[in-house]
């Protein structure tokens, strides 16, 4: 995790509706409920999902999230 979150990330590589998503992964969601909160399928999730993930340079979802939040990429609510 500590060379995950050495690498700069550019906030704004991240689409708006990409922040959104990542919100929703760090509340545990999964993809239905994200969609159905964001009016998109679960199908239109896993594709953000994926995007984010190449875009953070990490493997999973908890990954991005861990990298989201020490990067302070995530909103605070």
């Known amino acids: 995790f500590a060379v995950?979150?050495?690498r700069e990330v550019d906030p704004d590589a991240l689409t708006e509706r990409e922040r959104e998503?990542?919100?929703?992964?760090?509340q545990g969601l999964p993809y239905k409920q994200i969609g159905a909160q964001l009016h998109i399928?679960?199908?239109?999730?896993?594709y953000h999902v994926r995007n984010?993930?190449?875009?953070?340079?990490?493997?999973?979802?908890?990954?991005?999230?861990?990298?989201?939040?020490?990067?302070?990429?995530?909103?605070?609510?």
Do not use: D, F, P
Request: net charge positive.
């Open 21 to 26: 998503i990542l919100g929703c992964m760090a």
């Open 41 to 46: 399928t679960a199908k239109t999730v896993q």
């Open 52 to 77: 984010i993930l190449q875009k953070l340079h990490v493997g999973s979802r908890g990954e991005a999230v861990a990298v989201a939040t020490a990067r302070g990429l995530l909103r605070r609510a």
């Open 4 to 6: 995950l979150a050495g």
